[in-house]
């Protein structure tokens, strides 16, 4: 039975096992449907997802910002939005928001726990079928489909989990879809070589399909050899390409530990909005705003309407946990930001030098056993002071243990060249906070910056923020 959020975490995690993938083989030709599983299931849930109009926000950097940003300025100006992303910071509830009164505000237990109950009956029948029984992503997927469609939401925005053509979410047909940008992660499943990830991430594109519009794709991509693989999926699906700095984007960009400044353009529209500021940091943010912008501009053809000082009052107030996050703990400052590859590793600490250039910084690291690691500590290696390495144990939607080990990194920091000195290995996850506080507190100017992974940042968020806030929508 399920009966407390304890009882839906158990249960969804005994469908974290590869024999559940088995049925949709990875490297199967275009002939084959990789999604029929999802299909099926949502199918048996009477296909909640096409009861609303639907975002979907793909890319290997910026996707979960992006999300946040449409779905904070729709929530700003009061429409009725369902957010959902991947992967959740701190409870799983965070995979579940919709607008009440302005704020998007993750699902109760109660109310989780009772979607569970009215879908696990689906899960179970699955089990006997030809496809075999949905994996702990899909089953998310479709719960959170039901949820947005006994809230009544008339637009959800839906962040990929694995940007592949097997991704969960490709068995949704959104109105707009958002490419961020195409980097290195995920090299194992997606690919080695940026067409080859570009290829997987752009899959989708095939099959969209005209909902009352034309279908419209927003992107940020940058590569030559990315930027061609969308325009020719797009003209062969009849959808309209925008993209950034061509057709939409931003100008006039500062940004300090505050905040981050810029102009926005639209070439169609001829929209401009001039001294735009958003709360969440970093350069790289107003690229992410931008793409926001632009997908409410094109919402609008679907009567979906947004005041421009809707857009600036939702910027001004944003604000996305463990995404350069900073909080203060005792005499140090903490810096939280779950960037976990090399291109927002880059983008991320690109900011931190200039925004901390005086600050003495302590490190505090753990990652996924499926990211290039060595790159992401020589990045790091430049800014830091002192490398706390730990590691966290997390079950992700792949599997139930994929952190790297300590010993692991510790061994792949020194063949990358970092300095024995500089390294400290703690296993346990508080241990290894508490004694990068007592560093950080102890320097001169000292800032203990907590990346690597999301699932370090969520687990070193749980101790430093206080223990009901984590269940709670955040603060404007």
Do not use: W
Not at 87 to 102: A, D, F, S, T
Not at 201 to 208: E, G, N, P, V
Request: some cysteine; aromatic content about 8%.
């Amino acid at each position: 039975m399920i009966n407390t959020y304890a009882d839906v975490i158990a249960y969804l995690e005994k469908h974290i096992h590869a024999r559940y993938y088995k049925k949709i083989t990875v490297g199967s030709n275009d002939q084959y449907d990789p999604l029929a599983r999802m299909r099926h299931f949502l199918n048996l849930l009477g296909n909640p997802q096409k009861s609303f109009l639907s975002v979907v926000v793909s890319g290997t950097s910026g996707k979960g910002s992006t999300s946040y940003f449409i779905a904070h300025i729709l929530a700003t100006a009061g429409l009725r939005v369902g957010l959902t992303q991947s992967p959740h910071l701190q409870v799983l509830n965070e995979r579940m928001q919709i607008n009440q009164k302005g704020r998007l505000t993750p699902i109760s237990d109660e109310s989780l726990v009772a979607l569970m109950q009215t879908v696990m009956a689906t899960v179970e029948s699955m089990y006997d079928s030809q496809y075999g029984p949905p994996t702990y992503f899909e089953i998310l997927i479709g719960m959170t489909m039901v949820y947005f469609k006994q809230q009544e939401v008339q637009l959800a925005v839906i962040e990929v989990g694995l940007e592949g053509k097997f991704d969960a979410t490709n068995a949704i047909d959104p109105a707009l879809f958002i490419l961020t940008n195409i980097s290195f992660d995920h090299t194992a499943i997606l690919g080695d070589s940026i067409p080859k990830i570009a290829d997987e991430a752009t899959y989708r594109i095939k099959s969209l399909k005209t909902i009352a519009h034309q279908p419209v794709v927003i992107t940020a991509a940058v590569q030559p050899s990315v930027k061609r693989i969308i325009r020719r999926r797009s003209h062969k699906s009849g959808s309209k390409v925008l993209e950034y700095s061509a057709d939409f984007g931003n100008l006039n960009i500062k940004h300090d530990q505050n905040g981050a400044y810029f102009d926005f353009f639209d070439r169609e529209s001829q929209i401009n909005l001039l001294k735009l500021y958003t709360n969440l940091r970093g350069r790289y943010q107003t690229i992410n705003a931008s793409l926001a912008i632009e997908t409410i501009i094109q919402l609008q053809k679907h009567d979906i309407h947004v005041d421009q000082a809707n857009i600036r009052q939702a910027l001004a107030k944003a604000f996305f946990p463990g995404r350069y996050e900073i909080t203060q703990y005792g005499h140090a400052t903490c810096i939280l930001d779950g960037a976990h590859n090399s291109a927002k590793m880059l983008a991320f600490l690109s900011s931190l030098k200039t925004d901390y250039q005086d600050s003495r910084k302590i490190f505090l690291i753990a990652f996924k056993k499926d990211k290039n690691i060595a790159d992401m500590l020589r990045q790091i290696d430049q800014e830091a002071h002192i490398i706390i390495i730990t590691q966290f144990a997390a079950a992700t939607d792949m599997g139930t243990n994929e952190g790297e080990g300590t010993n692991q990194i510790h061994s792949q920091a020194l063949m990358a060249g970092l300095s024995p000195a500089k390294l400290l290995v703690e296993p346990d996850c508080v241990k290894a906070l508490h004694l990068a506080l007592a560093k950080a507190e102890a320097a001169l100017n000292g800032a203990l910056i907590t990346t690597g992974s999301l699932y370090l940042v969520g687990q070193v968020r749980d101790v430093l923020m206080a223990p009901t806030q984590k269940a709670q929508a955040p603060s404007d």
